[in-house]
């Protein structure tokens, strides 16, 4: 009898739990592959999100080759208004950062206070002020988020019989007229438009004015040859035909795109179309989208797999790496004659500069993807037969070459020994070497002036010298007049940051001690960064929570005119300390001086204005804590 009611308690107990279980199942909600309709980076992907009645879980992976990553102590998730606090992470504790695996990604599960289950859409704020890693829009719904596509755009047939345009000199403007559906202005959308005429200003993106509030932003740019430009909207590029005198509207779908940059869904079905155009060249460049990855024979991988590598097996690579995308290109069914022949011929350029380069390449490559210890490779070879694969190419002979936009690289006597004699290239090299100063954001002299004239036979070269030499002093004084608004902005309405004013004349051994000289008695990191620095901008993530905790360190962030200063005055705002603007002769200069060549490049300065810590790339967290614990002292 006790028995059975031993039984028949356990029995009870049992159902009890079972039902408990059941219970606690039914209390969570599970969402993966989470949809989103926004994100102002690469890196951070929501791969599942759990709403439990204890907490909000989101399982994450942060993409990052090498380094290390962690989540800023004030990450958050915002639901109808309401704020739910970052709790903590075994993989990533607050405050904590973790090396990155060779695998590429960390992964790890974010807990967050409890959200309600019926919650259908929020944002996750790594960063309030979107300095940080920042998703806006995870719906919980299952949908995918849909733009409203025009129906003329999905109606289009592209015209496989369209003709390449001529390789005839044609100086003009190329006009671009980009409209982003689906675009807020609070995801931080970057939207750059490069197009390389040999002698432009910058390879650098285009400067353009912002996006406006309905996701439309239109451009011009000098160019004297039809060539393949590039609109990169975050990580996405998307290539064009950029042609003189002739105007490309290009829609974007950019929840699609978005998602489409992601691991998590760059493999849909339903993702693969989110770009229209329309001109004149619309079929070519809608063509260009299913051949983009094969234009380039340095792919994602390219250093880390010519690492260590001798000369001769560089070329195989190279050489294997060029067949292999011709042989893709050419077996492209979407594609007709025109973009196939464009396409072969900018990969037959790309493949020949990479040959001609293999010195620089193998031996940055080691520095590129931070490996240590790799032995110099010896770069001595027989020049007759190394390049001998160079003979096979007929676009060498042919003026199919000028669709290439860095022909301006093939001016040196080496290359030009594998190239018909075209004129051009007398030209080219004469408004190379004026372009240096375009370069360091001079305007031409008087004598360079006078050089163009009596130099440069091509009248629609020497135009074109001129054309950008005009263009240049109009991007100055325009910025001249942005930075003083900039300026009048900052040190008149902003608590955390401030603006120091270097006179474009103050010479390279005054510049650090008149900014350190108002910091006597206090430590002083230093941060030479750029705009256009993928690296500075992660060591900067990197270093939030430590500016955080040392709030007696003054932060001074030094750039100089390479960064476009609209982009410079709008990322300022999400970085907190000193900001400074110099010339790009007076950046030189310094770098000469204190002996670096790169960025980032960090100088620690203790209380007394004495460097005592100097460092190019990112030295880790933990270094930079200690070098200026020990300066506060």
């Known amino acids: 009898m006790v028995q059975h009611k031993i039984i028949k308690r356990l029995e009870t107990i049992v159902?009890?739990?079972?039902?408990?279980?059941?219970?606690?199942?039914?209390?969570?909600?599970?969402?993966?592959?989470?949809?989103?309709?926004?994100?102002?980076?690469?890196?951070?992907?929501?791969?599942?999100?759990?709403?439990?009645?204890?907490?909000?879980?989101?399982?994450?992976?942060?993409?990052?080759?090498?380094?290390?990553?962690?989540?800023?102590?004030?990450?958050?998730?915002?639901?109808?208004?309401?704020?739910?606090?970052?709790?903590?992470?075994?993989?990533?504790?607050?405050?904590?950062?973790?090396?990155?695996?060779?695998?590429?990604?960390?992964?790890?599960?974010?807990?967050?206070?409890?959200?309600?289950?019926?919650?259908?859409?929020?944002?996750?704020?790594?960063?309030?002020?979107?300095?940080?890693?920042?998703?806006?829009?995870?719906?919980?719904?299952?949908?995918?988020?849909?733009?409203?596509?025009?129906?003329r755009l999905l109606q289009q047939a592209p015209d496989k019989n369209s003709k390449l345009p001529s390789t005839d000199l044609n100086l003009g403007k190329t006009v671009v007229a980009v409209r982003l559906l689906g675009y807020k202005p609070e995801y931080k959308t970057t939207l750059d438009i490069i197009v390389d005429n040999w002698f432009s200003p910058e390879r650098m993106p285009f400067a353009h004015d912002s996006i406006g509030v309905d996701g439309t932003c239109r451009v011009s740019a000098n160019v004297i040859l039809p060539s393949v430009a590039t609109i990169r909207v975050n990580r996405m590029e998307i290539p064009f035909l950029a042609v003189p005198n002739d105007t490309t509207t290009v829609t974007i779908d950019l929840p699609t795109l978005t998602l489409a940059a992601t691991h998590l869904f760059a493999n849909d079905s339903e993702v693969k179309k989110y770009v229209w155009f329309e001109g004149k060249h619309a079929a070519i460049d809608t063509e260009l989208q299913s051949v983009k990855t094969a234009l380039d024979v340095c792919g994602n991988t390219f250093f880390d797999d010519i690492c260590g590598m001798t000369p001769l097996q560089y070329r195989d690579y190279v050489q294997q790496s060029y067949e292999r995308l011709s042989a893709a290109i050419n077996s492209n069914a979407a594609i007709g004659s025109a973009t196939r022949t464009l396409a072969q011929n900018i990969l037959s350029m790309k493949y020949a500069s990479a040959l001609f380069g293999f010195k620089n390449n193998i031996s940055m490559a080691p520095m590129i993807?931070?490996?240590?210890?790799?032995?110099?490779?010896?770069?001595?070879?027989?020049?007759?037969?190394?390049?001998?694969?160079?003979?096979?190419?007929?676009?060498?002979?042919?003026?199919?070459?000028?669709?290439?936009?860095?022909?301006?690289?093939?001016?040196?006597?080496?290359?030009?020994?594998?190239?018909?004699?075209?004129?051009?290239?007398?030209?080219?090299?004469?408004?190379?070497?004026?372009?240096?100063?375009?370069?360091?954001?001079?305007?031409?002299?008087?004598?360079?002036?006078?050089?163009?004239?009596?130099?440069?036979?091509?009248?629609?070269?020497r135009e074109l010298i001129f054309a950008n030499n005009d263009d240049l002093k109009s991007q100055l004084s325009a910025a001249d007049k942005k930075m003083e608004e900039i300026k009048k902005t900052v040190n008149a309405s902003s608590s955390y940051l401030s603006i120091i004013d270097i006179d474009p004349k103050m010479s390279a051994q005054q510049i650090l001690p008149t900014i350190t000289d108002k910091y006597k008695g206090k430590a002083v990191l230093i941060d030479f960064w750029n705009t256009w620095c993928v690296p500075c901008r992660a060591a900067m993530s990197a270093i939030r929570p430590l500016k955080e905790q040392l709030h007696d360190v003054v932060y001074v962030y030094i750039a100089d005119a390479s960064s476009p200063v609209d982009k410079w005055g709008e990322m300022i705002k999400t970085i907190s300390g000193v900001h400074v603007r110099l010339t790009k002769e007076q950046a030189a200069a310094l770098a000469e001086i204190h002996k670096f060549s790169g960025i980032p490049t960090y100088f620690v300065v203790n209380k007394e204005g004495k460097i005592t810590y100097q460092k190019t790339s990112f030295p880790g967290v933990e270094t930079l804590r200690e070098q200026l614990v020990s300066a506060m002292r």
């Open 15 to 151: 159902v009890f739990l079972m039902l408990l279980v059941a219970t606690t199942a039914q209390a969570k909600r599970v969402v993966e592959r989470p949809y989103f309709l926004g994100s102002n980076n690469h890196k951070l992907e929501i791969e599942r999100v759990t709403l439990d009645k204890k907490a909000t879980f989101l399982d994450v992976k942060i993409y990052q080759a090498s380094g290390e990553v962690g989540i800023d102590s004030h990450a958050s998730i915002m639901a109808n208004g309401v704020k739910y606090d970052y709790i903590g992470s075994k993989q990533l504790p607050k405050g904590v950062f973790v090396k990155v695996p060779e695998c590429g990604y960390v992964a790890a599960t974010l807990r967050f206070k409890p959200m309600p289950e019926t919650t259908t859409e929020f944002d996750f704020r790594e960063i309030a002020d979107n300095s940080g890693w920042n998703i806006y829009g995870v719906r919980l719904d299952g949908k995918r988020p849909q733009t409203d596509i025009p129906q």
């Open 369 to 461: 993807i931070d490996k240590r210890g790799v032995p110099r490779a010896d770069m001595r070879i027989d020049t007759l037969s190394y390049f001998k694969p160079l003979e096979q190419l007929s676009v060498l002979r042919s003026k199919n070459q000028r669709y290439y936009h860095y022909l301006s690289d093939f001016t040196s006597a080496l290359r030009r020994q594998y190239m018909s004699a075209d004129p051009l290239l007398d030209d080219i090299a004469i408004g190379k070497r004026l372009s240096r100063s375009f370069n360091r954001k001079c305007p031409l002299t008087e004598q360079q002036i006078a050089v163009a004239r009596d130099s440069v036979t091509n009248d629609m070269v």
